[in-house]
C-alpha cells in the first residue's frame, strides 16, 4: 500500500519534470535570440558610443557556447521524451 | 610553390575519394547494412552543407570588412536548432508523415496539394539557388587562380571559365550518379549523405589548422589575436548599422528554406531522434566554424599587404607563411564546401523542377492515361537527370556571364532573402489551419516579386533588366517606385529595405487573405494533418472512389518504384489485409497509402494526379463529404436503436421491479391474513368450546340459557363454516374445477335477488341503490347463481365500505353487440392508488377497520368466477368513488335465443 502511494508519487514526479523540460526547450530559443540581440541596445545611440569588437566577440562567443551546453543537456534528457503536449 | 597540375591532380584524387566514399556508402545501404550510415553524427555533419564556400572563404572577407557581423550567418541557425523541439521535429514528422521530397513539395502539400504552389516555390527556389551556384563556381575558379598567380613556372592559367566548366560538368556527373541512382520511396542518398559528411569534416578540420597556425604559428597566442583586434581597424562594433537583428532572422529563415537545407534536415532525416543531437552538434560545428574567423582576418590585414583580396585570406596566409601543404588542405576544405553545397542543391532542386514541372507537364500532354503506358520510372529519373544538368548549366552560364564582378560577392544574403519569402506560408501551414492557398499564393507570388524588384534586379548594378536610370531615379523617374527607396522608405540598407518589403508585404498578404478566403475540403484536410501531425500520424487522405483495379495500381506502382519494390509493397499491403496472392483490396486506406509511398518518388501533386487518373476520383469532392455525412448518420441511427433497446431495457426492469415489489406486498398482506384468519377461527372455536363447556357441565342450567347458549354455538359453527366454504370455493375457481350450472335468466331479476339479499345487511347508514329498470332487462344465459353472487359481493362491499355521509350506489347496465357491461359506482372515496393493484388478490383487505368479520377474499372469488363465466371484473378509476365493472359476454345469450 505505502510502496504504491509512493511509486505514483514518483511517476507523477517524473511527468511533471517532463513537462518542465519541454518547457524549458521552449524557451531556450528565445533566450538565445534576446541574448544574441541585447547588447544591441544603447548601442550607436550617439557617436561616440560604440563599442569593442573584443568585448562584443567574447560575449557573443561565451553565449553562443553556453547556449550549445544548455542544447546538449537538454537534448539529452530530452531524446527519449514522447510527447505530450500538440 | 604548389605547382598547378599537381594542383588539379589532388582535385580529382579527393574527387575520386568521394566516388569511393559515396559508392561504398551506397552498397553498404544496399546490403541493408545501414549502421552508422544513419547514426546521428552523420545526419549533423550533412546538415553542414549550410556552410559553402561563400562561408568558408567569404566569412573571412565579411569579417575583415564589417567585423562581428559575418556571426550573424551562424547565430540564426543555431537559434532554429537550439529551438528544434517546437519548430524542426514538427517540420520533420510532417516530412516523415507526408513523405515530403521538397520544400515545393511541402507547402503543396499542405495547400491541398496544389502544383500552382509548388510551381512558385520551385521557381523562387531556381531563381534563389541558381546564382548561388555560380557563387561557389567562382571560389573554387578563384582559389584555382591564387595557386597558379603563385606558381613560380609561370603556370599557363587556363581560361577561368574553363576551370568553371569541369568543375560544374564534374559535379553534374556526381550528383547525377549519386543523386540519381534509384528512385526511392523516401528519397534519401546514403552515399551522397555520406559523402557529405565526410567533406564536412573536411572543412571544419581545414578550416581549424589554419585558424590554429595563424593563432599560435603567426600571433603569438590568443592573447595577441586579441590585442591585434584591437587594433586592427575593425576594432569597433556599432552593432551592425541595424543590420544585426534582421541578418540573423534572415539566416535563422534561410536555414529553414534554402532547399539544400530542406533535403538535408528534412528529407534525408531518417529519425527523429537524430534531431536532439542536432540540436547541438550543429551548432556546435558553426561554433568552430567561425572560431578562427575573427583572428585569420585580423591576421590577414596585419601581415599581407594592403591589395590582396581578404576573401582568400584563408588561402594567402599559409602560402605566405610557405606553408603549401596547409595551404593545400584549405583548398581542398574551400573544395568541399562548394561541391557539397552543389550537390545537394543540385539534388534538391531538381527533385523540385522534375515533380513539380516536368511531371505535370508530362502527365498532361499524354492524357488519356497517360500512367498506363510507357515507363514512368525512366522517365522520372531522366527528368532529374536532365534537371541537374540544366541547374548546374545554369549556374554556370550565370557565373560566366556575371562571374568576377563584385555583383556575385553579395549573392549569398540576397539568395538568402529571396527564400526567406517561403517562410511565412510554412509558418503558417504548420502552427495555422486557417492558412488557405489563395493566401500563400498570393504573399508569395508578391513577396517574391517585391525581392525581385528591390534586391535581386538592382544587385546587378544596371547592368542586367534595370537600367542604372531605373535604379537611381526610379522607373519613367518616378522616384516614389525607386527599387531601394520603395514609397520614399529609405532605411539606408538595401537589403534590410527589400526585407521589410517583401516579407511585410508577403506576411500582410498571407494572412489577410487567408483569413477573407476559404479553403477547399482537400486543403482542410491537410491542414489538420500538417497542424496537428503529432496527434494523427496517419490520417485521412481523400481516397473514397475505390474504383481502381488493383492491377492497374499494381502496374503504375512498378513503372514507379521499380518492380521488385513495387511488389514487395503490394503484397505487403496484402497481407496486412489478410489476403492471400499478391493484389491488396483497392481500399480507400490503401489508395492513401500508396499515394503517400509514390509521393515519396514524383512529389505530392503528382502522385495525386497519377492516382486520381486511375481511380477517377477527384480528390475529396462535396460526394464524398456527403458520403462521410451518410456514415455518420448511419453512426447515429445505430446509436439511437441502441439507446431504444436500452430504453426497452429497462421499462422491462421497472415492470418487473413493479411486479416484485408486489410480490412483497402480497407476501406482507398474506402473511398478515393469516394471522388475521388464525384469529377469525380462533375466536368462534374458542367461544364453541366455551359454551359447549359450560353446556356439558352445568347442570342448573334453564331451558332459555340452554337454548341461547346453543344458537350461539351454532352461528359461531356458521361462521366458521361460512369462511371455510369461502376458502374452498376459491380454491375450486382458481384450479377451474368449478362446474357451471347454465341456464337462461334475466339480469333485472338477478339484480332483485342480489340487492334483496343484502339488504338483511345492519349497517349504521341505509344505502340508496340507484338502478334503471329499462336498461336491466337484458335476457342471459349464464350460470345465474354464480352472477348474483359476484353482485352481492359488490353491493355488501358497498354498504360496508362506503363512507360517504349518505351512501349511494349506482347500477349502470349497458348492452353492446357481443357484450353486457354492469357498472357498481358508489359515491365514497375510492381506493387509493396505492392499493388499486392489489384488490383482486387473495387476502387482500384494505384497512382494519370495518374489517370485521371479512376474510378479504370477496374480490378474489369474484374475479375468479367471472372468468369462469367468460367475462372480467376491473376497477375503473374514475376520479371519484369506487366503480367496478363487470363485463359478460353475449355469445351465451345467443345460443339461448
Request: proline share 4%; glycine share 10%; aromatic share 10%.
Amino acid at each position: 500500500m505505502r510502496a504504491a502511494q509512493r511509486r505514483a508519487l514518483f511517476l507523477e514526479r517524473r511527468s511533471y519534470r517532463r513537462r518542465r523540460l519541454q518547457d524549458a526547450a521552449l524557451i531556450l530559443p528565445v533566450m538565445a535570440a534576446v541574448l544574441f540581440v541585447m547588447p544591441l541596445v544603447g548601442l550607436g545611440t550617439g557617436p561616440g558610443e560604440t563599442g569593442s569588437t573584443r568585448a562584443a566577440g567574447l560575449y557573443f562567443f561565451g553565449v553562443w557556447f553556453l547556449l550549445i551546453l544548455a542544447a546538449a543537456l537538454l537534448a539529452r534528457r530530452l531524446r527519449g521524451v514522447r510527447p505530450t503536449e500538440d | 610553390m604548389v605547382p598547378f597540375d599537381l594542383l588539379v591532380a589532388v582535385c580529382i584524387g579527393y574527387v575520386i575519394f568521394l566516388f569511393l566514399v559515396a559508392f561504398a556508402a551506397e552498397r553498404r545501404a544496399d546490403a541493408g547494412r545501414l549502421g552508422w550510415l544513419r547514426s546521428p553524427l552523420v545526419y549533423t555533419l550533412s546538415l553542414s552543407v549550410y556552410c559553402t564556400a561563400w562561408t568558408f572563404y567569404g566569412a573571412v572577407g565579411y569579417a575583415a570588412r564589417s567585423g562581428l557581423e559575418f556571426m550573424t550567418i551562424y547565430l540564426g541557425p543555431t537559434i532554429v536548432f537550439v529551438g528544434w523541439w517546437w519548430l524542426l521535429r514538427k517540420l520533420v514528422r510532417i516530412g516523415r508523415a507526408q513523405r515530403i521530397t521538397s520544400i515545393a513539395d511541402l507547402i503543396s502539400s499542405r495547400y491541398g496539394k496544389s502544383n500552382l504552389l509548388a510551381v512558385i516555390v520551385t521557381l523562387l527556389a531556381v531563381v534563389g539557388t541558381t546564382p548561388y551556384i555560380a557563387l561557389q563556381l567562382q571560389s573554387v575558379t578563384l582559389s584555382f587562380n591564387v595557386f597558379s598567380a603563385a606558381a613560380v613556372e609561370g603556370w599557363q592559367v587556363p581560361d577561368r571559365t574553363a576551370t568553371a566548366f569541369w568543375v560544374a560538368a564534374g559535379l553534374t556527373v556526381f550528383t547525377i550518379v549519386f543523386g540519381t541512382r534509384n528512385l526511392d520511396a523516401n528519397e534519401r542518398h546514403h552515399g551522397v549523405v555520406t559523402a557529405i559528411a565526410v567533406e564536412a569534416v573536411v572543412k571544419l578540420v581545414a578550416l581549424l589548422s589554419v585558424g590554429i597556425f595563424v593563432v599560435w604559428g603567426v600571433a603569438g597566442g590568443a592573447g595577441d589575436i586579441l590585442d591585434r583586434i584591437d587594433a586592427s581597424p575593425i576594432a569597433e562594433w556599432q552593432g551592425g548599422g541595424g543590420r544585426w537583428a534582421p541578418l540573423i532572422f534572415l539566416s535563422a529563415a534561410a536555414v529553414l528554406t534554402l532547399p539544400r537545407m530542406f533535403q538535408v534536415t528534412v528529407v534525408e532525416n531518417s529519425d527523429e531522434r537524430h534531431l536532439a543531437t542536432a540540436s547541438w552538434a550543429f551548432p556546435l560545428y558553426l561554433f568552430l566554424m567561425s572560431l578562427f574567423v575573427l583572428p585569420i582576418a585580423v591576421v590577414g590585414l596585419s601581415t599581407l599587404p594592403a591589395g590582396e583580396n581578404p576573401d582568400l585570406y584563408v588561402l594567402t596566409l599559409p602560402l605566405a607563411f610557405d606553408r603549401e601543404g596547409l595551404a593545400m588542405l584549405a583548398f581542398l576544405g574551400g573544395f568541399s564546401s562548394a561541391t557539397s553545397m552543389v550537390i545537394v542543391a543540385a539534388i534538391a532542386v531538381s527533385t523540385m523542377v522534375s515533380n513539380h514541372i516536368v511531371m505535370p507537364l508530362w502527365l498532361r500532354l499524354r492524357t488519356g492515361g497517360a500512367s498506363f503506358s510507357g515507363d514512368v520510372r525512366t522517365v522520372v529519373l531522366r527528368a532529374r537527370r536532365f534537371s541537374i544538368a540544366g541547374i548546374l548549366l545554369l549556374g554556370y552560364t550565370y557565373y560566366s556571364f556575371t562571374g568576377g564582378t563584385e555583383a556575385l560577392a553579395a549573392i549569398g544574403l540576397i539568395s538568402f532573402a529571396g527564400l526567406a519569402q517561403v517562410l511565412p506560408s510554412l509558418l503558417g501551414g504548420i502552427f495555422w489551419r486557417g492558412a488557405t492557398l489563395k493566401g500563400a499564393a498570393a504573399g508569395l507570388v508578391a513577396g517574391f516579386g517585391l525581392w525581385a524588384y528591390t534586391l535581386f534586379l538592382p544587385s546587378f548594378e544596371g547592368t542586367w533588366l534595370m537600367p542604372a536610370a531605373v535604379l537611381a531615379e526610379g522607373p519613367f523617374g518616378i522616384g516614389l517606385l525607386r527599387p531601394r527607396a520603395l514609397l520614399g522608405l529609405d532605411t539606408g540598407d538595401p537589403l534590410v529595405h527589400a526585407m521589410i518589403w517583401s516579407l511585410g508585404v508577403n506576411t500582410l498578404l498571407f494572412v489577410g487573405i487567408s483569413l477573407v478566403s476559404f479553403p477547399s475540403p482537400m486543403e482542410r484536410l491537410q491542414g489538420a494533418q500538417f497542424v496537428n501531425v503529432f496527434q494523427h500520424s496517419s490520417g485521412p487522405g481523400g481516397w473514397v472512389g475505390g474504383s481502381a483495379a488493383a492491377e492497374d495500381l499494381s502496374v503504375m506502382a512498378q513503372r514507379i518504384l521499380g518492380p521488385r519494390q513495387a511488389q514487395a509493397l503490394f503484397q505487403e499491403a496484402a497481407r496486412a489485409q489478410g489476403k492471400e496472392g499478391n493484389l491488396p483490396d483497392p481500399t480507400p486506406d490503401f489508395i492513401d497509402w500508396l499515394e503517400r509511398e509514390l509521393s515519396g518518388s514524383v512529389g505530392a501533386a503528382a502522385a495525386h494526379a497519377m492516382v486520381g487518373q486511375i481511380t477517377g476520383g477527384a480528390a475529396v469532392s462535396v460526394e464524398d463529404l456527403l458520403a462521410v455525412a451518410d456514415e455518420t448518420a448511419q453512426i447515429m441511427e445505430y446509436s439511437s436503436r441502441l439507446e431504444a433497446k436500452s430504453r426497452e431495457l429497462s421499462e422491462t426492469a421497472a415492470q418487473l421491479r413493479e411486479a416484485n415489489d408486489k410480490l412483497t406486498e402480497i407476501s406482507i398482506q398474506k402473511d398478515a391474513f393469516l394471522s388475521q384468519i388464525s384469529h377469525e377461527l380462533r375466536t368462534p372455536m374458542s367461544s364453541i368450546r366455551a359454551f359447549s363447556e359450560i353446556l356439558r357441565d352445568s347442570r342448573e342450567l334453564g331451558p332459555a340459557q340452554f337454548q341461547r347458549y346453543a344458537s350461539i354455538i351454532h352461528d359461531e359453527s356458521l361462521r366458521l363454516t361460512r369462511l371455510l366454504d369461502d376458502l374452498l370455493d376459491l380454491s375450486v375457481l382458481e384450479n377451474g374445477q368449478v362446474t357451471l350450472h347454465e341456464e337462461p335468466g334475466n339480469l333485472a331479476e338477478i339484480l332483485d335477488g342480489a340487492v334483496t339479499a343484502t339488504a338483511s345487511m345492519a349497517t349504521e347508514r341505509p344505502l340508496a341503490i340507484r338502478r334503471e329498470r329499462s336498461a336491466e332487462n337484458v335476457a342471459i344465459y349464464t350460470d345465474c347463481d354464480r352472477l348474483r353472487q359476484v353482485f352481492i359481493n359488490l353491493i355488501g362491499n358497498a354498504r360496508k365500505y362506503c363512507d360517504a355521509a349518505a351512501p349511494e350506489l349506482r347500477i349502470v347496465v349497458r348492452t353492446t353487440a357481443d357484450r353486457i357491461e354492469v357498472d357498481f359506482e358508489d359515491n365514497g372515496s375510492g381506493i387509493p392508488e396505492k392499493q388499486q393493484s392489489i384488490i383482486f388478490e387473495k387476502f387482500a383487505r384494505l384497512s382494519d377497520q370495518s374489517a370485521a368479520g371479512s376474510a378479504g377474499l370477496g374480490l378474489a372469488i369474484c374475479r375468479e368466477i367471472m372468468r369462469n363465466l367468460g367475462g372480467s371484473i376491473a376497477y375503473l378509476d374514475a376520479g371519484s368513488g369506487t366503480t367496478f365493472r363487470l363485463t359478460l359476454p353475449r355469445r351465451h345469450v345467443r345460443h339461448a335465443a
